[in-house]
T-cell receptor
């Protein structure tokens, strides 16, 4: 199955900023602004943190931000906090009847 | 408060069947596309299927088409996934999630674990 590419892991110290990339193709990330990001703590359900490339749901702090350039989307977390340590997944709409949505492989964020 | 509660997972032998359910509350279920997304142990999330507001349109990932059927009961605010001819590779936690936008999952349930093993 086609999938989006994310780095396996990133790390940063409290207060620093980190950026997680998500690379797709001209059929998904590059074609639509329906890119979303999810945070998942161990043994918990994913939680939506960014949608439509750069919008935050209610309750998500503005130190989390999203962007996109071409076929690559990015999630930036500034002012790292211990609670940010989690797995982060990106997703993009693809719009095919046999593959409506593609996910990234996930990135483990470690707060040092 | 939005709640999505899955049930129906369990242990089944290859070739067997399971029917997953998802009880929804706290949002307008009948106005929402709904999805099933799964996550095999230690693996990435994988979109499995979705269904439109009135149940007239269903989409499936290639690996489950012909074996899985997604359906809904808007009167009961419930989503279902009938899984037949199960394979070992179908072992995963199955989440139901509503669609905030195309390809975007607004809220997720806690998941239900389906294990296919002999």
């Amino acid at each position: 199955q086609s999938a989006l590419t994310q780095p396996a892991s990133v790390s940063g110290s409290p207060g620093q900023s980190v950026t997680i990339s998500c690379t797709g193709t001209s059929s998904d990330v590059g074609a639509y602004n329906f890119v979303s990001w999810y945070r998942q703590h161990p043994d918990k359900a994913p939680k939506l943190i960014i949608y439509d490339v750069n919008n935050r749901p209610s309750g998500v702090p503005d130190r989390l931000s999203g962007s996109k350039s071409g076929n690559t989307a990015s999630l930036t977390i500034s002012g790292l906090q211990a609670e940010d340590e989690a797995d982060y997944f990106c997703a993009s709409y693809r719009g095919r009847i046999d593959l409506d949505v593609v996910f990234g492989g996930g990135t483990k964020l470690t707060v040092l | 408060e939005v709640q999505l509660v899955e049930s129906g997972g369990g242990l089944v032998q290859p070739g067997g069947s399971l029917r997953l359910s998802c009880a929804a509350s706290g949002f307008s279920f009948s106005d929402s596309w709904m999805n099933w997304v799964r996550q095999a142990p230690g693996k990435r999330l994988e979109w499995v299927a979705n269904i439109n507001e009135d149940g007239g349109v269903q989409k499936y990932v290639d690996s489950v088409r012909g074996r899985f059927t997604i359906s809904r009961d808007n009167a009961e605010n419930s989503l279902f996934l009938q899984m037949n001819s199960l394979r070992v590779e179908d072992t995963a936690v199955y989440y139901c999630a509503n669609a905030k936008a195309p390809g975007t999952f607004g809220y997720w349930g806690q998941g239900t674990l389906a294990i296919v093993s002999s």
